[in-house]
């Protein structure tokens, strides 16, 4: 047990039908209809492959979502294919959440055999706008028609989707409730590589904040300066326009137009006493570039021109950040620079990264953007945890106890 959590070392699978959650969300590239990244579905293998070498009949669980939350509408097919190619055995794969298909299919898998869902949020009860609209207790999750229609096919429920344990929902939470539970794999080492981050960093701890989900990361913000886990925030992308902007900078009509075009214009009121606060701490970049008639330009701050629209991190900031970075004995990082996808816009992230990449601190890695930049420059060996989570990371390093967290914790209690 750790963490309050049963873990596959308890239980002996043998023979026995495991239904496990996994969270194999991945962009998708609807001109090909291919999938962009395998990063998630490669974390959950290790769980994967040990159920099924044990002996498990494995049937597996899991969400693709898509950019708007209700047109969940694309099957986890294809993901059952990489699956097959990565764990080198196959993965069958049945068009069905919970109907009668679904369930011939699971009676009839022998030991070892893995049978992959379609996406669960086919189910209504399964999306994010039903979870927000009613906020089911894990009680009345447990009554859904997926839980209720699969559970007496199981022996045991594992989780191994800690990307998705922010989320409230049947999958994630009901099975708990019904059935003895365990953590799979990649869940154990997630938790415990943001565990040792939020309860016991090594100082000095530097939190990276950058890119464009303000809310998630002035939430992390807050929690991490006010329970003194970081001892240093450095800024980048529309995180570090937003609070210059809130300083009292001027920031460029370009970036002023976008914060509006994304209704974050509030923010920049809102965010002022966090910034007063922890103004010694919060770290803004010094100079900021923009790009003119197709150039890189760079300015300091107090000099951006009025019609700029800022895109990266300038010079200055970035050999600031390297040396704190060098500094450190714990960075975590959640959001790039500026706009890393292309070239002239990238020097401040690609240079945040390569200071990652060579110090010898402790370095967390999260949210699909960090990852991904991780991934172009070739650096994941250099990292010492890059995490599959966004959201959930977020939220955990939020201080939240994760509705996933508290529903095995809940059957850690409940079943033997
Ligand atoms: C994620 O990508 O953060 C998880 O897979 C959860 O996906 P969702 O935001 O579609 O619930």
Redesign the pocket.
């Known amino acids: 047990m750790r963490f309050g959590i049963k873990t596959l070392d308890e239980y002996d699978v043998k023979g026995k039908t495991v239904l496990c959650r996994v ?1 194999i ?1 991945q962009p998708v590239d609807k001109a090909t209809d291919t999938l962009k990244s395998i990063n ?1 579905i490669r974390g959950c293998v290790p769980t994967i492959r040990e159920l099924s070498d044990k002996g498990a009949k494995v049937v597996l669980m899991a ?1 693709q ?1 898509s950019d708007i ?1 209700y047109k ?1 509408f694309y099957t986890t097919r294809p993901h059952a294919k990489v699956l097959q190619e990565l764990l080198e055995r196959p993965v069958q794969f049945i068009d069905d959440v919970c109907g009668p298909a679904a369930r011939e299919a699971i009676k009839n898998l022998k030991e070892g055999e893995i049978l992959l869902l379609d996406n669960v949020r086919f189910q209504s009860e399964e999306q ?1 706008l039903f979870e927000m609209k009613l906020k089911l207790s894990h009680e009345d999750q447990a009554k859904t028609q997926v839980v209720t229609k699969l559970a007496p096919l199981g022996d045991l429920y594992v989780c191994d ?1 800690f ?2 344990a ?2 409230d929902q049947p999958t994630l939470c009901g099975f708990e409730q019904v059935l003895p539970s365990a953590m799979g794999r990649l869940f154990e080492a997630e938790y415990c590589a943001v565990s040792k981050v939020m309860e016991n960093p090594e100082h000095p701890c530097v939190f990276v904040l950058g890119g464009a989900k303000i809310s998630d990361a002035f939430l992390m913000m807050e929690t991490v300066l006010s329970r003194g886990i970081a001892d240093k925030v450095l800024t980048g992308g529309l995180v570090a326009n937003i609070l210059l902007a809130a300083a009292g900078e001027e920031i460029g009509e370009g970036s002023l137009a976008f914060i509006r075009k994304s209704n974050y214009e509030d923010w920049i009121e809102k965010i002022k006493p966090l910034y007063e606060k922890y103004k010694d701490q919060i770290v803004l970049p010094k100079d900021l570039a923009y790009v003119e008639n197709g150039e890189r330009k760079e300015a300091k701050v107090g000099e951006i021109p009025a019609a700029a629209g800022l895109v990266d991190i300038g010079h200055e900031a970035v050999a600031e950040y390297q040396k704190i970075i060098s500094e450190a004995k714990t960075v975590c990082v959640n959001g790039p620079m500026g706009i890393f996808e292309e070239a002239i816009t990238e020097y401040g992230t690609k240079g945040v990264w390569d200071a990652l990449a060579g110090t010898e601190a402790y370095t967390l890695i999260g949210g ?1 953007d960090s990852v991904t930049a991780t991934e172009k420059y070739n650096l994941k060996d250099k990292m010492s945890y890059i995490c599959t ?4 990371l977020i939220r955990f390093l939020s201080g939240e106890e994760l509705p996933v967290v508290k529903a095995l914790r809940h059957a850690a209690k409940t079943f033997d």
């Open positions: 969270d969300n998630r969400h979502g939350e969940n994010t989707a990307a998705a922010h989320r699909g989570a966004g959201g959930a």
